[in-house]
């Protein structure tokens, strides 16, 4: 992908309810994948989950599943049932250009209220 | 815990001097990427590695420089330092077949430098 974007700087959501953060790219590749990372206040960049552009089926990973709409261009991270522990940055990625590198979103703040 | 890790976790030092930060990456991973995280640019790709060779280049300033050794572990130089070198410093690794997209990266926990 070229670039991706992000539009949500900021989401809140009740605990135990589901989120949608959303996800868009741009690309002219035909084979690609898009990823999810999580990063606590602590700075880990944590692996959440995958989706190739060619898989059939839309990713699901425990809790995090991906609604991925290749026609729109977007790869939207759900996270159900949210707990306290998912407050946290989220951000979309997907490798850009020639380089082998990630591109990333800017990111989505996402705050779970007790 | 990604398999992949960095040290120091912390780092302050002042301006003009010169820093080395490490990362080994997961068991079995060629590459090794670099990026840096600031609140103003975001995550950026500075450079990556396969296999003790460069592959990558991303907006990595003159001042800062990388190597690969032969035992898979990296090093990122940075050196004559700025304030606006401030910033979160990933080490991630990965598989490494070569012009894969599906491969996931995997990052350390980081290192916070502070410049002074």
């Known amino acids: 992908a070229q670039k991706i974007t992000q539009t949500q700087p900021g989401m809140f959501v009740q605990e135990k309810e589901a989120v949608t953060l959303d996800c868009t790219y741009d690309t002219s590749d035909q084979s690609y994948g898009l990823f999810w990372y999580k990063q606590p206040s602590s700075g880990e960049m944590i692996f959440l989950i995958y989706?190739?552009?060619?898989?059939?089926q839309n990713a699901t990973e425990g809790r995090y599943s991906l609604n991925f709409q290749k026609a729109r261009k977007s790869a939207n991270l759900v996270i159900s049932a949210s707990q306290l522990g998912d407050s946290a940055m989220y951000f979309c990625?997907?490798?850009?250009?020639?380089?082998?590198?990630?591109?990333f979103g800017k990111g989505t703040k996402l705050s779970v209220k007790p | 815990d990604s398999g992949v890790t960095q040290t120091p976790k912390h780092l302050i030092t002042a301006t003009g001097q010169r820093v080395t930060l490490r990362c080994s990456p997961r068991?079995?991973?060629?590459?090794v990427y670099w990026y840096q995280q600031s609140l103003d640019q975001g995550l950026q790709f500075l450079i990556q590695y396969y296999n003790g060779e460069e592959r990558a280049k991303g907006n990595i300033l003159e001042r800062f420089s990388a190597q690969q050794f032969p035992d898979l572990h990296s090093e990122l130089n940075l050196s004559s330092l700025e304030l606006g070198d401030s910033a979160l410093y990933f080490c991630?690794?990965?598989?490494?077949?070569?012009?894969?997209?599906?491969?996931?990266?995997?990052f350390g926990p980081g290192t916070r430098l502070l410049v002074l």
């Open positions: 991630a690794s990965s598989v490494g077949r070569r012009r894969a997209k599906s491969e996931t990266q995997y």
């Open positions: 989706q190739g552009s060619y898989d059939e």
């Open positions: 068991s079995g991973d060629l590459s």
């Open positions: 990625a997907s490798y850009g250009g020639s380089q082998g590198n990630l591109i």
